[in-house]
């Protein structure tokens, strides 16, 4: 994939982590970018819920670092929305993380005040 990305990225870092820190990004940002791509192929879908079902079916086929990168920002986008403008994006992004890291793995049932509590635990 010819993209600026890389080379944007890699320009901007300077210091002792510079030649690991390019070779890591030039080998990994196309790789994710492509992969990312694939969701395009569901554009040509009118029918949101075919949209979604096609969407999940070619994200199951990304590989686990693509589907993080994507789960984790879908639900950070979520939060953020359905907080009405309460959580910013870091916010969101701390829930969300809390989410994966304390609940999601769980059989139990958490209500918001919970994870709210919990993060004000946390920090």
């Given amino acids: 994939m010819d993209s600026p990305v890389p080379d944007v990225l890699t320009s901007m870092i300077k ?8 070779n890591v990004i030039r080998e990994w940002v196309p790789k994710v970018l ?11 879908i009118t029918d949101v819920n075919e949209q979604l079902n096609a969407i999940l079916a070619k994200l199951k086929l990304a590989d686990k670092e693509t589907r993080n990168i994507v789960w984790h920002g879908l ?8 907080s009405d403008g309460k959580f910013s994006w870091a916010d969101s992004v701390a829930v969300s993380q809390y989410y994966y890291d304390h609940i999601l793995d769980t ?3 958490v209500t918001p005040q919970q994870i709210t509590e919990g993060l004000a635990e946390s920090d």
């Fill in 34 to 44: 492509i992969q990312l791509k694939m969701i395009e192929a569901v554009t040509d």
């Fill in 75 to 82: 639900g950070s986008l979520i939060i953020e929305k359905l």
């Fill in 107 to 109: 059989d139990q049932a």
């Fill in 15 to 22: 210091g002792e982590w510079d030649d690991r820190t390019n």
